[in-house]
């Protein structure tokens, strides 16, 4: 324990250092917990082949010791002790750690996409490399940012002297990502919820031993085996189930950069996960957790220690933290090695992420008639997810696949067909850089895509996928979720773009309508699919323009060897004699 001139000696200098780094907020949340992923679902009718893997080359790195101690933070190991091996009501193991260590959450320092696009963010804007790694590791490596806020050291994430160097003292508590001793320890602050607990502004509080306390969701726990095991304290508060603490990394916004490299007093609503939820009907019912993190079955006892004694408790909720980032779980859990990760179980995180996905947003064919010489017919997309689908960071798109096949089974249209690496065939943004491909309420030819997704442009209008100076959404035609006025939200999360004027886009969906001329008369056959990917064509390329970087180069190498670009969420079909 220190003493009270040692702790406000660090308080000092830990106010210093958060007056000092607050020029730029979180730039950059990867977590797929809230909507994100890809890859070709075996039940595609896109005959999509496996690139052969590449081995990448690997960077300088260390295993984590999960069972490190901070002053003010565990391992997970140290939790799993007590944590793992839980059994519900039906014999179904709900192990936290076991659960946890395959997630996004647990993988949020290891992250390869996340340390390229830093590293690429570093590249184009180096007089910011100080402000960038220190703001980018708040979410990212929360534990040890906190540490570095409560000492005043570097909080730099690469280098000899960096965070995420194993010689650096904090490296454990860095690559264990967002875990158990973190979450569960952030207050329920009066600023928790608002603009000003956003962008990683969360509050741990400046405590050592016992007196530091884990927040669970049930009233009077067993506190001596947690104090005697771990050295924390356990108490109940409602907080840990809310939104709220969810928000505290998944609503961030950006100060903007000039072309000039210049910070600007403009900011940027990089994702807003939280506010889309606030404006939806879900906000009323159900909580983040509520889907993220499911129910396990029936009344469960919530620790294996002591072996007697333990109340039954309801309403456990399981520590998968279900997204839809299967995309970069099978890069993970294919690249285990050449990461230094030693979790397993990423193929059932990715089985419950497709199933979730599945869930988000559904799609069906309507109205197909005869209409003069066209073919006229309507996809209906719904959203049924809590907030925008896609939601969360920027790279993330769905799209509509749609094929018409005459009798001999010979596609005569398609729209929206994407190849083995990812690229969708008439899509302006993966094509053609600098452009972008429009919202549509009709469609007429082959080489017209809808696709739900966020571009972004600089402060002299130009599209950048540079999230430094991104200043504004050009479009965001994103689905919305039901119970969303779109001319009543606030702007951070209003449509842009074609979006805006479309009547049929609405909270709760939008309706497309094709009509397709030049068909022989016969019968034709309509497949219609809405696919997801958590990495657009075009965003990946542009960062590969930086792949003279090693860690551009490296997640390129990984890239390249990737299975899962894309997700098929929803799919229709219907026929017509024409």
């Known amino acids: 324990m220190q003493s009270t001139q040692v702790k406000n000696m660090i308080l000092r200098s830990r106010h210093k250092w958060f007056n000092r780094y607050r020029l730029l907020p979180i730039l950059f949340v990867f977590l797929g917990a809230c909507g994100g992923g890809g890859g070709s679902d075996p039940g595609t009718t896109l005959p999509l082949p496996t690139p052969t893997p590449v081995p ?5 790195d260390s295993t984590t010791n999960h069972a490190f101690s901070t002053d003010h933070f565990t391992g997970s190991q140290n939790c799993s002790s007590c944590h793992d091996g839980l059994r519900d009501a039906v014999g179904d193991d709900v192990s936290i750690v076991v659960d946890w260590q395959a997630t996004m959450m647990a993988n949020s320092a290891r992250d390869p996409l996340w340390r390229a696009k830093v590293a690429s963010e570093i590249k184009r804007n180096p007089a910011l490399q100080e402000e960038i790694e220190t703001t980018c590791g708040r979410c990212h490596v929360p534990m040890a940012s906190t540490e570095v806020e409560f000492s005043g050291i570097s909080a730099a994430l690469f280098g000899d002297s960096g965070l995420l160097h194993p010689d650096n003292p904090l490296f454990d508590a860095a690559n264990e990502g967002v875990s158990c001793t973190l979450c569960h320890q952030i207050e329920d602050s ?5 603009d000003a607990g956003f962008s990683g502004n969360f509050t741990v509080a400046f405590n050592f031993g016992i007196d530091r306390l884990l ?4 009233d009077n726990p067993f506190v001596t085996p947690m104090q005697n095991q771990i050295g924390f304290t356990p108490t109940a508060s409602a907080h840990v189930s809310s939104s709220e603490l969810c928000a505290t990394c998944h609503n961030l916004s950006t100060r903007v950069v000039d072309t000039q490299g210049i910070v600007t007093n403009q900011s940027f609503p990089e994702q807003m996960v939280y506010t889309e939820w606030q404006n939806s009907v879900f906000a009323a019912t159900d909580s983040c957790q509520d889907c993220h993190m499911p129910l396990a079955t029936g009344d469960m006892t919530i620790s294996t220690r002591p072996t007697n004694g333990l109340p039954l408790r309801a309403d456990f909720a399981q520590h998968t933290f279900v997204g839809g980032n299967t995309y970069m779980l099978d890069i993970l859990g294919q690249n285990a090695q050449a ?21 988000a947003a559904s799609l069906t064919l309507e109205n ?12 209906r997309v719904s959203n049924l997810s809590g907030h925008k689908f896609p939601t969360g960071y920027p790279s993330r798109r769905a799209w509509l696949h749609v094929t018409i096949s005459d009798a001999s089974g010979v596609v005569v249209f398609e729209s929206g067909a994407i190849d083995a690496m990812g690229k969708i065939s008439g ?18 030819s082959a080489d017209q895509v809808q696709s739900y997704e966020t571009i ?3 402060v002299d209008g130009d599209l950048t996928y540079t999230l430094l100076e991104a200043a504004t959404y050009r479009k965001d035609n994103r689905l919305l979720p039901t119970g969303m006025d779109k001319t009543l939200v606030p702007g951070t999360i209003q449509p842009r773009g074609d979006a805006m004027t479309d009547s049929d886009f609405v909270g709760g969906g939008d309706r497309v309508h094709y009509q397709i001329a030049g068909l022989a008369p016969g019968n034709y056959t309509i497949e219609a699919s809405l696919n997801y990917q958590t990495m657009a064509y075009g965003f990946g390329q542009d960062l590969f323009i930086d792949s003279d970087e090693a860690r551009v180069a490296f997640f390129e190498d990984l890239d390249n060897g990737a299975r899962m670009r894309f997700e098929l969420i929803s799919s229709d079909s219907g026929s017509i004699n024409f």
């Open 339 to 359: 990461l230094n990760i030693t979790a397993s179980g990423f193929d059932k995180v990715i089985a419950e992420t497709r199933t979730f996905l599945a869930s």
């Open 215 to 218: 927040y669970g969701q049930y």
């Open 190 to 194: 009066a600023a928790l919820g608002s």
């Open 368 to 379: 197909i008639v005869r209409a003069g010489d066209d073919l006229d017919f309507t996809v």
């Open 56 to 60: 990448p080359t690997a960077i300088a």
């Open 427 to 444: 899509l302006e943004s993966d094509s053609s850089p600098g452009q972008f491909e429009a919202h549509y309420d009709i469609i007429t």
């Open 456 to 458: 972004m442009q600089n």
